[in-house]
């Protein structure tokens, strides 16, 4: 069974910085999307950024570009979320998430496993 597990939320002034992990494991496709979600309090959930390795790609959504930056290491079978000149308005829970993709497919949608989350709290 994919089990997935977050941490490295916490607690953070406006343009401070956090580094989100994502602990995977049981993960047996040959080919996967993974990325990092979120939801504020009161708003629908937002994907964030996510990496495809049918294609290599990853992609971020426009409110993070140039300021959060999706890697992997795995050796160690973990994802992070390395948030830079973080703002207010990017106080939500960050969740993982993976799916299976069949080539040439990618892209985060319709994701098969979630993590629980981690709080990530951006004070001004």
């Known amino acids: 069974e994919v089990q997935l597990v977050e941490s490295g939320g916490g607690l953070v002034q406006a343009g401070g910085s956090l580094r989100l992990s994502c602990a995977v494991s049981g993960l047996t496709f040959n080919s996967y999307a993974i990325g990092w979600f979120r939801q504020a309090p009161g708003k629908s959930r937002e994907r964030v950024s996510c990496?495809?390795?049918?294609?290599?790609?990853?992609t971020y959504v426009d409110s993070v570009k140039g300021r959060f930056t999706l890697s992997r290491d795995n050796t160690k079978n973990t994802v992070y979320l390395q948030m830079n000149n973080l703002k207010p308005e990017d106080t939500a829970v960050y969740y993982c998430?993976?799916?299976?993709?069949?080539?040439?497919?990618?892209?985060?949608?319709?994701?098969?496993?979630w993590g629980k989350g981690t709080l990530v709290t951006v004070s001004s």
């Open positions: 998430a993976v799916r299976e993709l069949a080539w040439p497919m990618s892209g985060c949608i319709a994701m098969e496993y």
């Open positions: 990496f495809s390795t049918t294609d290599d790609s990853t």
